[in-house]
């Protein structure tokens, strides 16, 4: 999963517009940004953040700037240290996939902070809160909390490829109101675009993306796979 091979992986299958959300950390964010230059590919930076309740949320951002504001919020509420032996190492590279450190922080732990708080703080800045594979059992919202709660302003629900989008509308149909989508949650390179979701936007982009989810401006989701 070095920053090269997932661009290549994604420009391979036809993919425009990926998110880089690894859990809880958005360090390697920015060096798939700078391996994606050049190719037709958008990257958004991203974190798939653990709440206390142990729900993920996806958060997705227009610049690393903003990704990284939010990844030091966790850092700040993330406790314990990494076993290596036990979750394997936690690799930080550039954009030529070459080593620069190992992040010892516990990022497959939950945070400190509660699901409320992780959703209003990726609002804060300008980000998209995203619900994480919602028709999951483990770390989905509804298989943690049983319901979505109403106050939670999510953005969008995801679905995994282990569901159709249709199938999810009819499963989660209390839920209408949210826009879907299905994502890959890529962990290894075969499973990129496993679940994708067609958009009509004029452009690849993050704002595009916030109105297609809005359903403004003739911006739409067309379909899920």
């Known amino acids: 999963m070095s920053p090269a091979a997932i661009v290549r992986e994604a420009v391979k299958r036809g993919i425009d517009l990926i998110a880089i959300c690894d859990h809880n950390s958005s360090e390697n964010s920015g060096a798939v940004i700078k391996a994606s230059e050049g190719e037709s590919l958008i990257v958004l930076p991203g974190i798939e ?59 497959i732990g939950a945070t400190n902070l509660s699901v409320e708080k992780v959703v209003d703080s990726i609002h804060s800045l300008n980000g998209l809160a995203i619900a994480a594979h919602i028709d999951r059992e483990g770390f989905g919202i509804i298989g943690q909390l049983g319901f979505i709660p109403p106050e939670l302003k999510f953005d969008a629900l995801e679905i995994s490829p282990r569901m159709k989008l249709e199938e999810a509308r009819v499963r989660f149909s209390e839920y209408k109101k949210y826009p879907f989508l ?37 911006r739409r989701i067309a379909r899920g796979r």
């Open 49 to 107: 953040v653990t709440s206390k309740e142990e729900v993920h949320v996806c958060a997705l951002f227009d610049r690393v700037d903003n990704a990284l504001e939010l990844q030091a919020l966790i850092y700040n509420n993330l406790e314990g240290e990494n076993d290596d032996k036990v979750f394997g190492m936690q690799v930080v590279v550039n954009a030529e996939g070459e080593v620069l450190y190992f992040n010892r922080r516990l990022l």
């Open 182 to 218: 299905c994502s890959s949650d890529a962990h290894y390179l075969e499973d990129i675009g496993s679940g994708a979701t067609a958009l009509v936007l004029e452009e690849g982009s993050f704002e595009e993306l916030k109105l297609a989810l809005r359903n403004e401006g003739n």
